[in-house]
């Protein structure tokens, strides 16, 4: 069985991600939290499990919250990007999904 703790894997810095990224990053925490749906019906009682899961709640919440307000989603929901925006150029600086992972990875 992997350690729950793997099962988070975030980026190892506070660099900025661009939406393809947080895009990216979106669909492996929503597979993750698949993968540790599925070991809690094995192991419903299991709090590492459990804790994991909530973590992973709030992850995809928080990243979905940022994708949403990302300056390349509004344009795209817009139809057109904003002038002078190039593809991939806008970015998010900090990533909040990234640090709570490892807060929560380091209080471990």
């Not at 992973?56 to 919440?61: D, F, G, H, S, T």
């Not at 928080?62 to 949403?68: K, S, W």
């Not at 300056?71 to 150029?89: I, R």
């Not at 998010?92 to 807060?103: F, K, P, Q, T």
Request: glycine share 8%; hydrophobic share 45%.
């Amino acid at each position: 069985r992997a350690s729950g703790h793997r099962a988070v894997a975030m980026a190892d810095d506070d660099a900025p991600q661009t939406l393809a990224e947080m895009t990216a990053n979106l669909a492996e925490y929503k597979e993750q939290l698949e993968q540790v749906e599925q070991l809690l019906v094995a192991e419903p009682e299991n709090a590492e499990y459990v804790e994991l899961k909530a973590g992973l709640v709030e992850v995809i919440a928080m990243t979905e919250d940022l994708v949403d307000g990302h300056p390349d989603a509004k344009a795209n929901e817009a139809g057109a990007e904003a002038e002078g925006n190039e593809a991939g150029a806008s970015i998010i600086d900090e990533s909040v999904a990234g640090a709570l992972c490892r807060g929560r990875a380091d209080g471990a």
